[in-house]
């Protein structure tokens, strides 16, 4: 079993910046995919990044530019810095790992004000 623990969410105004991170209690991260989704009110969960254990990357049309993922396989924890932010970023971010099973942290909102 493995827990994903989100951190980093808050509210923010537009244009500004927040570093989310995922810390997972186990060290399995380096050969698995993770992952940033997002769930916005009264709208279904969407894909934000990946980062496969190579290191690639792979983004959502709506933050290419303004987000980055990344991670720490030392640290066991990935993050998802976002620049530029817009009111349409407003969710409640998830972290997911894939190991072959599908692991969630509990989320961590983010808002978004004009």
């Known amino acids: 079993q493995v827990q994903l623990v989100e951190s980093g969410g808050g509210l923010v105004q537009a244009g500004g910046s927040l570093r989310l991170s995922c810390a997972a209690s186990?060290?399995?991260?380096?050969?698995?995919?993770m992952g940033w989704y997002r769930r916005a009110p009264g709208k279904q969960r969407e894909l934000v990044a990946t980062?496969?254990?190579?290191?690639?990357?792979n983004y959502a049309d709506s933050v290419k530019g303004r987000f980055t993922i990344s991670r720490d396989n030392a640290k066991n924890t990935m993050y998802l810095q976002m620049n530029s932010l817009k009111p349409e970023d407003t969710a409640i971010y998830y972290c997911?790992?894939?190991?072959?099973?599908?692991?969630w942290g509990q989320g961590t909102q983010v808002t978004v004000s004009s």
């Open positions: 997911n790992l894939y190991t072959g099973l599908e692991y």
């Open positions: 186990r060290n399995i991260f380096s050969l698995n995919r």
């Open positions: 980062i496969t254990g190579g290191g690639d990357t």
